[in-house]
């Protein structure tokens, strides 16, 4: 049988194993590494209050913190009524351009207890009902560096942050929320929505003393902005 | 999802044999002036080589099947009923009227090198067919190993009853 004729047969079958090897090994799973999800940022740059168009919206922003009661036990949360932005600089695709300073009143918190709130709340935080912008009084966060996420559209922000007459840095996360727009030609009005959540370790980096929360404190702020 | 795995199993254990006959043949043909005795000792057992590796997918057919060797879980055993039937076929080179044809075993095992040449044809041009082929390609490498590995084991212990048996013989002498 001329077809099993080994010169003819070899080559062959060392041909055909070459080519199943070859494509076996083409390393297109290296086209399966993600470098993550892709994501796209418009170019929204706001800049508050160098650009007098801009207004902050106090009324419709808040800061709300949480942490567990007594340490480990269901959430207890509050709020600060007292609130403003000093500057707000955000440049939505190019981080670095992104600043802001931000300040609350301590002794505005508010949980609902008016006796907790204007009692045991304002000792634990070294304040007192009448104290206006008076440095223990004045919680701050100044951002120092702002990143892109690269999780989703949101920015990481590196800040300081002063409470308790401490200052520390910090990390927080940015999300700008969207826009909403009414009215048209002149009568056009935009409304910008941005949060910003960070974590803090009130009783071991700033010297808060309490048995009925726990250390860990989480911070959610929610901004608007009107144009 | 079986049929391929019962694919995998049969190229895993039929496909690398034609690449060991030829080889063992084209080296036989080339090494003729040397010692031609062992040449063919190789090309002679190679049919029982392939016979051994049949014995072995017979082994690993009934671990499937087993505990209950019944006939319903042989039938459910059998995903691709004639390639396994004809896989099966390969002790019958234990017999040795059919062992004196070395050439028969290679085209016994040409059907399951086919297996591998049908997905280079059907698989090359999909991402997924390329994953398909590299399976193909490691049960490809694994029995051009077991398929040597056979032949070795082949020739040593005949090999080594060919050594007593002229030894026992040289005492009896």
New interface residues.
Partial sequence: MKFLNNKILLPLVILISGYGYMISCTHENDLLISTGPKIERGTLVLNFPSDGSISFDKTHGNVNWETPYLGELSVLTGRFNNFGMTTFNFDEDNPANTKFEAWVWVNSVNTSEPGRDGGCLQTTFGTTKDMTTDAANVATIKSKSVEKSTADKGYIVKFDFTFHGVTKELTGKLMYDGMQASGDGATLKKAYGFSFDFQFLAKTDFGIISNNIADNITVKCNAIFRQ | MTDYINQLQLIAFFSGY??IY??V??LA?TCRKENTLVQRRWIRLLPVAYALVGTLFIGLLLKNISPELSLKNISAGFHSPYLEVWGIMAILFWVPALGKKP?FS?LHSLPF?LL??KD?ILQ?NS?SG?SV??N???M?SLSILLNTVSLVVVFGLSYGLNHFHARRNHTAN
Wanted: net charge neutral; proline share 5%.
């Fill in positions: 034609p690449l030829i080889l043949n084209f043909i050439v290679l090198f591998l040449i280079f090359a991402i390329r082929i590299e193909d390609m490691k490809y």
